[in-house]
């Protein structure tokens, strides 16, 4: 197991155990056994779920320290996982993760128990921060944020799905016209 000077310390200064158990739950599952690997190599225990019910399922088996669960699963909400969790294990701490970052889906998550609440892609060393930070402390800014071009993409690609991937509805919502979301929507997502 090899973990750097600053995973070493941050583990310290957190009253983090090595071997802390830690509960990955998200269906895209190259992603979790990526995230499983680092993980594991900054010294916790990785269990990993791909839906709602593992994740229920491995939460009451196991109850672990810390849990990064994914928002939308392929059977459910992963806020459903969080409310368990903090309800069986209240000192938890827990990330939600999600590909549509929105503010009222932030809050829910936090309401329910989520300390802390990312949107993808996130690397590990985000997870990690926004989980071993201190109750008082906020994590450090991340070192790449998205652009506040990319941020409105993501936003109109949010509201698109949510219309079935209809154009004029979607355009109604974000009081565009048609014809510029349709540019908007032919172009790839800036970086």
């Known amino acids: 197991m090899v973990l750097n000077r ?14 802390s158990s830690i509960l990955l739950v998200d269906d895209d599952e190259p992603f979790v056994k990526r995230l499983g690997r680092a993980m594991e190599k900054r010294g916790f225990t990785v269990n990993t779920a791909l839906t709602v019910s593992e994740g229920k399922l491995l939460t ?3 109850l672990p320290r810390y849990a990064v669960i994914d928002l939308r699963l392929e059977d459910g909400s992963g806020l459903e996982v969080v409310e368990l969790l903090r309800s069986k294990r209240p000192d ?7 590909g549509y970052g929105a503010i009222a889906t932030a809050v829910a998550a936090v309401k ?5 609440y990312l949107s993808k892609p996130s690397d590990a060393e985000d997870i990690m921060n926004a989980l071993l930070v201190g109750e008082q402390n906020k994590p450090p800014p991340p070192e790449n944020p998205m652009s506040a071009d990319r941020v409105r ?9 949510l219309c079935n ?3 004029s509805e979607t355009a109604r919502r974000l009081s565009m016209h048609r014809r510029t979301l349709q540019r908007i929507l032919a172009k790839r997502s800036p970086k």
């Open 6 to 19: 600053y995973d070493m310390n941050t583990l310290q200064e957190n009253n983090c155990e090595m071997g």
């Open 60 to 62: 009451e088996k196991l």
């Open 92 to 98: 938890s701490r827990i990330v939600v993760l999600t």
């Open 112 to 116: 329910m128990g989520a300390t802390d």
């Open 153 to 161: 993409w993501e936003h109109i690609q949010r509201v698109f799905e």
């Open 165 to 167: 991937r209809n154009v």
